[in-house]
């Protein structure tokens, strides 16, 4: 048995004990065969969630109406869920109903990916009823049964069936990929944040021009939010030397730039795509850092307003591109900014008011960002003394 399921063996023999069926399912059957590192350990029975509950003492009920119940044990937390069929689905989502059932084939046929579909024993033996096996061994992404009727019942499978393309850089078998270009539109049926979810890990896998292949040659990009004009981005993404993304920040900062948006359109793209506004506020202004860039060199004040995070980011895209710097290098440059912040300045706008002596307005806050630039640029040290002064003569500048 594998390593990290070591610990979950007493979980698994609990369930056994009382005379019911217990496996390893899913993801976690997958990546550790594959030899990469797992972040969750799932696992199917054939009790039921009253059932399983009885035999541990703390259990939570992460999602009971659809068979999983949290077992915490030694400080860990193994979900497990009811071997269940799904049946009634209408609108191409999810199904309405979940049926719990007492066989381990019926709960895989419901699954996905024949490399999704794996089941493993608590002997570390291997239960594979649709020959994920070998589709892992082959590096091949297949759809369990009959691809049309599975991504009908579910359209987001199509995004998961080219996710996981680019996750491990396998390679979608042709029937597959066939029923994804023939069913696509279906997949306007799905909400937003669930092909959110999937795009972000496309973008972020091992062989993102894997997935964007199958992506863009299948049609799915059509019909996800403000994409149907979007192939030519594809293409140029698929002619780009094989890269990696290691951001959201990046991926969609790099998509954006490609698209030539502007702040705006881009900010309409991802409202589209119902983003975070911290994702939103990132992007703009990794974008914005792009977009300098084209024309010039980025100054002292141009790196402050964006700050590191959204450096890196930008170079993140840029070298997808195949404009890239070394990045320890942008972070050197960055530390060398007299400031980082507006706090980090030797005055704030109290001191202002204070010392010149004049009530609040509008002009106190041009005054501080005056100020705040030229220390930013190295025309003023970043001292009180120097800075107070340097507010009288502004201030007398702008009487006159
Ligand atoms: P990841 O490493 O990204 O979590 P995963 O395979 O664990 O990959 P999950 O979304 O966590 O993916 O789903 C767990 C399992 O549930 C899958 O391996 C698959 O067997 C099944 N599954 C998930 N979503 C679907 C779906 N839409 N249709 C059919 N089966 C699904
Ligand atoms: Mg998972």
Redesign the pocket.
């Known amino acids: 048995l594998p390593h990290q399921f070591q610990s979950a063996k007493v979980i698994l023999q609990r369930i056994q004990d009382a005379g019911f069926e217990a496996y390893f399912?899913?993801?976690?059957v997958?990546?550790t065969l594959l030899g990469v590192p797992?972040?969750?350990v799932?696992i199917a029975t054939s009790a039921y969630p009253q059932e399983v509950k009885q035999l541990f003492k703390k259990t939570i009920d992460t999602g009971i109406e659809h068979g999983t119940v949290t077992v915490m044990d030694h400080g860990r937390a193994y979900e497990i869920t009811t071997f269940r069929t799904?049946s009634a689905y209408q609108d191409f989502r999810?199904p309405d109903k979940v049926e719990f059932v007492r066989s381990l084939a019926e709960d895989?046929k419901?699954?996905?990916?024949t490399i999704?579909?794996l089941a493993m024993d608590v002997n570390g033996q291997v239960i594979d009823l649709f020959a994920g096996l070998a589709d892992l061994k082959n590096r091949v992404i297949r759809a369990?049964g009959d691809p049309h009727e599975?991504f009908h019942?579910?359209a987001?499978?199509m995004m998961?069936t080219v996710?996981?393309a680019s996750?491990l850089d396998f390679k979608v078998e042709d029937s597959t990929l066939a029923a994804i270009a023939e069913n696509a539109e279906l997949l306007q049926k799905i909400a937003v944040e669930r092909i959110y979810v999937e795009w972000t890990?496309l973008l972020l896998g091992k062989n993102p021009q894997r997935g964007l292949a199958a992506f863009f040659k299948t049609g799915l990009y059509q019909y996800c939010p403000l994409f149907f004009d979007k192939g030519k981005v594809l293409k140029q993404l698929l002619q780009f030397p094989a890269f990696t993304l290691q951001t959201e920040e990046g991926a969609w900062t790099l998509f954006c730039f490609l698209s030539g948006l502007s702040l705006r359109t881009a900010t309409k793209l991802l409202k589209a795509w119902k983003s975070s506004n911290e994702m939103l506020k990132t992007v703009q202004k990794t974008l914005r850092i792009l977009q300098i860039e084209q024309e010039k060199k980025l100054t002292s004040w141009d790196e402050y307003q964006a700050g590191l995070d959204c450096l890196l980011y930008a170079n993140e895209a840029a070298t997808v591109m195949g404009k890239g710097k070394n990045a320890a290098a942008i972070a050197q440059h960055y530390e060398r900014l007299p400031i980082k912040t507006r706090h980090e300045l030797a005055i704030n706008g109290g001191d202002l008011l204070h010392f010149l002596a004049i009530k609040p307005s509008p002009y106190i806050g041009q005054l501080l960002d005056q100020l705040e630039r030229a220390v930013v640029s190295g025309q003023l040290p970043n001292e009180r003394q120097v800075l107070l002064q340097a507010a009288v003569t502004a201030q007398q500048n702008h009487l006159e």
Do not use: M, P, Q, Y
């Open positions: 399912v899913g993801g976690c997958r990546d797992l972040h969750d799932d799904e999810r895989l419901r699954r996905d990916l999704n579909a369990v599975r019942e579910d987001l499978r998961r996710r996981f996750k890990k």
